[in-house]
């Protein structure tokens, strides 16, 4: 279809539905990325796989039970992140365990579905995401989280850059590892859920690992890679649901191309010049080295 004019553009803005949409992108930009920054710092990128599959299977579970699947989806999440959180000692365990869990959360979403007789093209819709069908229950959802996951890193922030740095060096630093490591799981877990209605169980990267990525290239310290992920994670949602608007074009592609298309700029920026962004000044008490 061709592009809206920019007075059609307007009055499409005034729809609740594309409102709310709105707002939801606002939100998820303040949670969301903080959590890539958790996935990239402790190198569990298979945790968003495997929680996309077991947030299918609590979708399986709402819809044979008639809970609002999206509740299930979360509570599954949680309960898988607390579950395989004492297996995180090393990467390899993790992976291990997202692994196996992948691997049972969809065979047993496919059996669970095919045995009921639910209609399954409701759980499958999701992987696509919805996001026009926010409603105030994802609004709530978006909200604590955008609340809590900064709240968690400003409360904890030597701790969360120790471990994010180094495990062993955390735990011989009398940091909570066990503790954290948990905490940080599960809000993981649940912020996957959270974001899968936005842009689909298939593109949750676009508001959680990609402005990660690209905020590592640019920040020095945990509180500074956490500062650019947010900001380019609201810059991403904005421009991108936007353009998907004036485009016509479904919001979840968009939105990966236009992080993606940041994260690409970024990285090709000479980094002597990111070098003269930051201050030569002495290295903060904990830093994060950054992924060049």
Partial sequence: MSALAAADLGAVLQLVPVQRAGVALLLAAIGL???GVVIVGLDIMPVRFAMMHVALLGIAVGLLTGIDPMVCAMVACALSGAGVAPLARTPAGLSGAMGLLMS???AAALLLLAVSGVNASGAFALLWGSILSVGTPDLVVLGALAV????????????????????ELAQCSGVPVRFLTTALLVLVAVAVAGAIKLTG???????TLLPALAARRLGR?????TLWAVGIGIAVNVTGFLLALWLDWPPGPVLVLTAGVVVLAVHLIPERR???WRAPASVPPVS???SH
């Avoid at 169980?201 to 508001?207: E, Q, T």
């Fill in 201 to 207: 169980a298939l593109l949750v990267d676009a508001l």
């Fill in 104 to 106: 049972l959360a969809i």
């Fill in 33 to 35: 990325p903080v959590i």
């Fill in 221 to 225: 310290s945990l509180g500074s890679i």
């Fill in 274 to 276: 990111i070098s003269s």
């Fill in 288 to 290: 994060l080295p950054s």
């Fill in 148 to 167: 809590v996951v900064p709240g968690l890193f400003w409360w904890r922030r030597r701790e969360v850059a120790l471990l994010l740095y180094d495990r």
